[in-house]
């Protein structure tokens, strides 16, 4: 199944570990489709950024309970991607098109 590269990738995950493995390790971390697959992800990387990727690994996160008064409810569970690109090679994640 081919999918809208763009419709993969939501967004870039700028957290405080996410920004130091980027600077350390040269890994980047993605909001990605929850029903995205790690070689859809590879391409639309490779496809977007024009890098080469050596690694995808995939997380499943489930959404958190919150209450407010009375009231309960739950966030969507999401995917992220953690994705290693070759020595030497750089992302902008602020590229990444709406």
Do not use: C
């Not at 990738?9 to 890994?27: A, G, H, Y």
């Not at 980047?28 to 950024?49: C, D, H, Q, W």
């Amino acid at each position: 199944m081919t999918r809208n590269v763009s419709g993969i990738l939501i967004s870039p995950i700028l957290s405080e570990k996410s920004v130091t493995q980027k600077d350390e390790e040269n890994r980047y971390t993605f909001k990605v489709a929850a029903s995205a697959n790690k070689t859809e992800i590879r391409k639309a990387v490779e496809e977007l950024f024009k890098v080469k990727v050596s690694a995808v690994n995939t997380v499943s996160m489930h959404g958190k309970f919150h209450k407010v008064g009375r009231y309960e409810g739950r966030r969507s569970d999401w995917k992220k991607a953690i994705v290693t690109v070759k020595q030497g090679q750089k992302i902008d994640v602020t590229d990444l098109p709406k």
